[in-house]
């Protein structure tokens, strides 16, 4: 079975306020019947991991959702990253440049990859987005919007 060319890879845990920005900018496309589409994949999880390299065998682009720490960021960032050698060695997570690292060790190369970073303002748990990450949780919905438009239009 031919896997779909792009993936858009959105972690965070539910539980955990602004935390939850990556799932549930994934919802919005669900919502928006994106998840329908032959070219796009959509996965979630709660954090990234070894694992999740193999998820990024045959594709053409793959897209990272992440909530970001206050200050890391200036609202929304998308920019492209690449593979790097980051393995933490007591935990399973991993950074994206990690997992395209592991990528690369596996099949040779990773596919081009990319990362928005959504700024929250509260993690704490069992608390529900703050009105910040709401704010932009609308701009980079947009923003993860124009990404699948560029891909597709490339892939044309």
């Known amino acids: 079975m031919k896997r779909p060319p792009l993936l858009v890879l959105a972690v965070g845990n539910p539980s ?53 720490r206050p200050g890391s960021v200036d609202g929304v960032c998308l920019k492209p990253i690449r593979a790097e050698a980051h393995l933490a060695p ?12 592991v990528s690369t060790l596996l099949s040779g190369c990773a596919p081009p990859a990319w990362l928005l970073a959504v700024e929250g303002d509260c993690f704490a748990l069992k608390e529900g987005l703050s009105p910040l ?20 239009a490339a892939d044309a």
């Open 90 to 101: 007591v935990s399973h997570a991993l950074s994206a440049p990690a997992v395209l690292h």
């Open 16 to 68: 955990r306020g602004d935390d939850a920005l990556g799932p549930l900018l994934l919802e919005r496309l669900t919502a928006i019947g994106l998840d329908a589409a032959d070219d796009v994949e959509l996965l979630t999880d709660f954090q990234l991991q070894v694992e999740h390299a193999l998820d990024l065998e045959g594709r053409r682009a793959v897209l990272f959702v992440d909530a970001a």
């Open 133 to 152: 990450a709401q704010q932009r949780l609308e701009l980079a919905f947009d923003v993860l919007l124009g990404w699948i438009a560029t891909q597709r």
